[in-house]
């Protein structure tokens, strides 16, 4: 007996179980939790901040040791968290497989576990089912599978015998059998597993921010050795110069900067959050600020992700209907007269096997069970006042032919209430408006034929309907001398909020591009109805085995198309790589399976939460709770916020930490043998890089945020002007501080605790001047860590215990108001510069 009739054998099974293993998806070994962390602890700029937490546990200053290696351990924690979280989506696809499955063996028809299935098993279909692995169709019944979340082909897919179904697909319609070709990793799904176990690579803010670690480190070490060096030159102790040169070391690395990214990522994640987008991986906050294109899915992303009729054509009339999703809302535009289209609709509900089901809870909506096509008449003929239960009631179906894929039509007959029968046909134009199906003018069926090319050309999905009256039921049936009723046009329609979604990214410089597995013509519709693209632009059709490198010279003409159709899930990665090698920051939305390995290698994977499937959840940056394309567009404006203020912070923190370095080394040029004590270099970067800096990254978004374009992908966190402007504002402090104790020094001052003072102080007037509202309560955090650390400052040459640490003197009230005075001048400097040399960037406000 062959597998078709009988199946496998039990121990054949058994047998093959055992050589090709389980029926189960590839999955990524796990890693190891040390090695986890010792990846997270090389990243350069936790090395500078691990060499810093040494170095201040060398000078005894045990305080800001356990600040420095708190923010270490949060960090680091983050990050594991982060992995473990993105190799979900490998478990997610593993666990798409039914739990059950239905095979023959031994001649006999058996459910066991889809884990269990093997090559050769045959497989028992029917409408709902989720097929467990590759196969080959080998007895079909009106077999209608649904491929959306493998292909993005949102219409279903007709399978006869000789046909190949892929595992992780839904039958939606229909029955029948199929010998399994391919399971587990050699498995359509497994295809897909094995794409998504390579790694996503770091987002923009990682990349940058390496950069930094490198760039602080080499300086930090490079100046503070020269300090050393010139100490020593005059004579200064060996001891108190190291000492002071470690000081420096520390000072020069802003080490709140990995608590600052971490705050301004975490409060954006929150406020994506109360926005409906979800975030999963904390660095995507401030990747999807810097977004310079995103690649959209259709079906379900761009579009609803459900059929529903929009256009009725008669021979008499044409009217556009309304309404969306499959409840009855809606029905034909003003003015139109419903009982022209009543026959038409009344066969399209009778010549029927879908079914709609109302909302079982409060909240959810009209659902479709069986061919989504067939549902989207279904709820035409409702709009229009049709009871589907009722139409049946009236006219029993007494015979039927099925729909079959050689002659594109399905035919039912129907008893009538007077006596006789009905046949009624529906099918794609092209096979009902043929002379030996219809009676009648030929001219009619010409006049069809170009309004049907016409809904074409746009993007729908056409079907015609035709009847006959027969005095009695046919035997057999023969779908001959109809009379045409009219035709249906039907779309995945685009969602409401699409299109401005769309426009709101093109005023914010960034470029929609989509990437689906449908049909050129329905991809340019959509596309052309949502500003994607002009009439003018191009589609590429990626039909063809052969791969396009996107890289390749003259690959994209003077620039990528703005629609890929008939993509696989192997090709959209290849459209991602040759975006991304071209220099593009990537953003890629989608909802199936299809999607997950291209989620994961974009920049950032952006999911539908309601619509998306869980491989799609778990293999995403972030999830958008109501499937709302508008929800992306708040979240790169949360992104660039993010952004601004991690620039924000570097301004403050980078200059401080150069005016210290520069108060050291030009002191003992103008008579300050050593201007700053190490612990006073210590406490001034506590306090300055300490809760006033993480509050900066609280600040609000800035005026005109997306009304801008995307910063360059290449260009560095300390580009765009803001290295010159940390010169510009340290030049400043380094003035003020210098100018205070030479003063100082000159009138017989405690000189060395005015530069002390002044230099914390001036610092403190340089975060308040970064603000992007200066004068409000627009952070009022900032407000707060400013004026305690202005507290402690005063209590550093004040409070007597801190003094004897610090090794301050008080100051008399008068000198006190003079150097209070002239740090304002940190506040002037840092708006002034604002002024002056505004920033292309959107911090510049």
Not at 193 to 209: F, H, I, N, S, Y
Not at 564 to 578: F, S
Not at 805 to 831: C, E, F, I, K, N
Request: glycine share 10%; aromatic share 2%.
């Amino acid at each position: 007996m062959t597998p078709s009739s009988s199946g496998l054998s039990s121990a054949e099974a058994a047998v093959r179980l055992e050589r090709d293993g389980p029926n189960l998806l590839p999955r990524k070994p796990p890693t190891p939790l040390w090695r986890r962390v010792v990846t997270q602890l090389r990243d350069p700029l936790i090395i500078v901040l691990l060499i810093a937490a040494a170095l201040t546990v060398g000078t005894g200053d045990w305080t800001d040791a356990a600040v420095i290696a708190l923010v270490i351990v949060v960090n680091t924690a983050v990050g594991v968290t982060q992995e473990v979280r993105a190799d979900r989506a490998i478990t997610a696809l593993a666990e798409l497989a039914t739990p059950e499955a239905r095979v023959v063996r031994d001649g006999h028809q058996r459910q066991i576990p889809a884990g269990d299935v093997v090559a050769g098993d045959l497989l028992v279909l029917a409408e709902g089912d989720i097929v467990p692995a590759d196969a080959e169709v080998v007895e079909s019944a009106a077999l209608l599978v649904d491929e959306s979340a493998l292909t993005g082909e949102s219409v279903p897919v007709d399978k006869d015998a000789g046909a190949t179904v892929s595992s992780g697909t839904v039958v939606a319609r229909g029955r029948g059998r199929a010998v399994v070709t391919a399971i587990g990793a050699a498995s359509a799904s497994g295809r897909i597993a094995a794409l998504m176990v390579k790694g996503a690579g770091l987002t923009p803010l990682q990349r940058r921010l390496v950069g930094v670690g490198r760039l602080l480190a080499g300086v930090a070490v490079v100046l503070s050795a020269l300090v050393l060096a010139l100490g020593l030159v005059r004579g200064q102790p060996v001891e108190l110069m190291v000492v002071t040169a470690i000081s420096l070391v520390v000072a020069a690395v802003p080490e709140s900067l990995p608590a600052v990214v971490t705050l301004s990522l975490a409060l954006g994640a929150r406020r994506m959050a109360a926005r409906d987008a979800l975030v999963r991986n904390l660095p995507a906050v401030e990747t999807l600020g810097s977004v310079t294109v995103l690649a959209t899915d259709k079906t379900g992303t761009l579009t609803e992700g459900r059929m529903v009729a929009r256009h009725l054509w008669t021979p008499a009339a044409e009217a556009p209907v309304t309404g969306s999703g499959y409840a009855p809302d809606g029905g034909l535009a003003a003015g139109q007269d419903p009982d022209e289209f009543a026959a038409l609709l009344t066969a399209a509900a009778l010549c029927n096997d879908a079914r709609l089901r109302p909302p079982q809870e409060s909240g959810e909506e009209w659902t479709a069970l069986g061919d989504p096509t067939e549902a989207a008449l279904l709820a035409a003929a409702a709009r229009l006042g049709l009871d589907r239960a009722a139409l049946q009631e009236r006219f029993p179906r007494v015979a039927e032919l099925p729909f079959d894929s050689d002659r594109k039509r399905m035919s039912t007959v129907h008893l009538l209430p007077g006596g006789g029968a009905r046949l009624i046909c529906k099918g794609a134009p092209e096979a009902l408006l043929r002379p030996d199906v219809l009676t009648g003018d030929p001219e009619l069926s010409a006049r069809a034929a170009e309004r049907a090319d016409r809904f074409a050309r746009d993007g729908y999905r056409v079907l015609a309907v035709a009847a006959a009256d027969l005095d009695a039921v046919p035997h057999p049936v023969r779908e001959e001398g109809l009379r045409l009723l009219g035709l249906v046009a039907i779309l995945d329609p685009p969602r409401a909020a699409a299109a401005a979604a769309v426009a709101d990214c093109a005023r914010a410089g960034i470029r929609t591009v989509l990437i689906t597995g449908d049909h050129p013509g329905t991809a340019r519709a959509v596309a052309a109805d949502l500003g994607i693209i002009g009439d003018a632009d191009r589609v590429l059709d990626r039909v063809l085995d052969r791969v396009v490198d996107c890289r390749e010279p003259g690959a994209l003409a003077a620039g990528p198309a703005g629609v890929y159709a008939r993509a696989t899930p192997e090709q959209k990665l290849d459209i991602i790589e040759g975006l991304r090698g071209r220099g593009e920051v990537l953003a890629m939305t989608g909802d199936g399976v299809n999607d997950g390995p291209a989620l994961r290698r974009a920049d950032i994977g952006v999911a539908m939460g309601r619509r998306g499937t869980e491989v799609a959840r778990q293999a995403a940056d972030l999830v958008l709770a109501d499937d709302n394309l508008d929800t992306v567009v708040a979240a790169v404006e949360e992104g660039r916020r993010v952004y601004a203020n991690i620039r924000r912070f570097l301004v403050y923190g980078l200059s401080g930490g150069a005016a210290e370095i520069a108060v050291m080394l030009l002191g003992p040029f103008v008579g300050l043998p050593l201007p700053l004590l190490p612990a006073q270099i210590l406490w001034i970067n506590l306090l300055t890089h300490g809760l006033p800096g993480v509050a900066l990254g609280g600040e609000p978004t800035v005026p005109g945020t997306m009304s801008q374009p995307p910063r360059p992908p290449g260009q560095s966190i300390m580009g765009a002007g803001l290295w010159q402007r940390v010169v510009r504002i340290a030049v400043v402090l380094t003035a003020v501080t210098l100018g205070v104790a030479v003063w100082g020094s000159m009138t017989g001052r405690p000189w060395q605790s005015m530069a002390f003072f002044a230099l914390g102080a001036t610092q403190l007037g340089v975060a308040l001047g970064t603000r992007t509202r200066p004068g409000t309560l627009a952070n009022p955090m900032l407000l707060f860590a400013v004026g305690g650390a202005f507290v402690l400052q005063l209590a550093g040459v004040y409070l007597p215990p801190l003094r004897e640490l610090l090794g301050t003197r008080p100051l008399a009230p008068g000198d006190l108001l003079v150097v209070v005075a002239l740090s304002t001048l940190g506040y002037a400097a840092a708006r002034l510069d604002r002024i002056l040399h505004p920033s292309p960037t959107p911090e510049r406000h």
